[in-house]
């Protein structure tokens, strides 16, 4: 396997993938892929609470966006809800990596259940510049998919102030007049669609004000930028990520948008099919945040099987951010509260 750093692709202007022999297959694997910090820290979490306290643990909705992170985990003792009401009194519940209204919290305690908050530092970010746009008078835009639930968690912050807009149907929006507006975005969007939608907005709402940084996941972000300098080159993309993960289905639209002749998502590669490899010279990988590294590695090894045995990784940035567990669960081992 060979690695190339940081150099912008380009498409051969005959659609045939960019400095490659007739005949030769090949792999450009995009880096970073697979775990971000606040993936890995949520795992991590149900399976630290899983050693301290046993099972079961409850967790609220999937720990993660990934079938086989959440079959493995409850393979273990984790047992996933999509309600409390779903919960046994007393019973110890981890809040997924995507965040929950308060009100959520708020009837846990009235439960009197033990809990432990996985959510992403970076969707509690979020939360908080809701909640002070909220506190400061202001109306505010949330760009994102009304069913996602990180949507959900964040819509909670602040009820009645905050307006869900589709980024494929901001021109549509209807938004309240007499109070200044701001904007907030779902995590796992694309960069494009996200300014995209800004921009739509701001022609008819001149004033809408920016949040005071960029709301878009680094990871999302690093991973969306390292398929599209590969994907001009490539005749497939494959991406590995389950179909609720939105940041693995961006990175399929992200990969066709930058020139990937074609493009699929795949939960496992039993889902691969032989007839994607028709005519094609270069394949790229890559995997959403959620996506164990061992999942990509059976996709390599399926296309070394079928002749793309030369793999190159093409890695745009190293990622070095990780997160501590949450702090109900940094103590000695004792009681959760």
């Not at 659609?15 to 795992?43: F, H």
């Not at 409390?84 to 209204?101: C, I, Q, Y």
């Not at 909670?156 to 102030?161: C, F, H, I, V």
């Not at 093409?314 to 997160?323: A, G, I, K, P, S």
Request: net charge negative; hydrophobic share 40%.
């Amino acid at each position: 396997m060979r690695d190339r750093r940081g150099r912008q692709a380009g498409a051969h202007p005959d659609g045939r993938a960019a400095d490659t022999p007739a005949g030769v297959k090949r792999v450009l694997l995009a880096a970073p892929r697979g775990y971000c910090a606040g993936v890995e820290r949520a795992i991590r979490t149900v399976e630290e609470a899983l050693t301290r306290y046993g099972p079961p643990v409850y967790v609220r909705k999937q720990i993660v966006h990934n079938t086989f992170v959440v079959a493995d985990l409850t393979r273990r003792g984790a047992i996933f809800v999509d309600e409390l009401d779903e919960v046994p009194d007393s019973a110890l519940v981890v809040f997924s990596a995507h965040g929950v209204a308060p009100a959520v919290k708020r009837a846990a305690g009235d439960r009197g259940l033990r809990t432990v908050d996985a959510t992403c530092p970076l969707v509690t970010k979020v939360h908080k510049e809701a909640v002070r746009f909220a506190e400061a008078g202001y109306d505010i835009v949330l760009i994102g998919h009304a069913e996602h639930e990180e949507v959900e968690g964040t819509l909670g912050e602040a009820p009645g102030r905050i307006h869900v807009v589709d980024p494929a149907r901001a021109e549509e929006a209807v938004l309240p007049a007499g109070r200044p507006i701001s904007w907030l975005s779902q995590t796992t969007l694309s960069v494009e669609e996200t300014m995209g939608a800004v921009e739509k907005l701001r022609e008819r709402h001149p004033g809408l004000i920016d949040p005071p940084s960029d709301d878009i996941c680094y990871a999302s972000q690093n991973r969306q930028e390292a398929i599209t300098a590969i994907a001009p080159e490539c005749d497939l993309v494959i991406v590995v990520g389950s179909a609720n993960s939105s940041n693995s289905r961006r990175l399929v639209e992200v990969a066709l948008a930058a020139g990937a002749r074609a493009g699929y998502l795949v939960d496992r590669v039993a889902q691969a099919e032989e007839r994607w490899l028709e005519g094609v010279a270069t394949v790229g990988v890559s995997s959403g945040a959620s996506v164990p590294d061992h999942l990509v590695a059976e996709v390599l090894d399926w296309l070394g099987e079928r002749g793309f045995a030369d793999v190159e990784t093409v890695t745009l940035t190293e990622e070095r951010l990780t997160f501590s567990l949450p702090h109900e669960l940094r103590s000695p081992i004792g009681g959760v509260q």
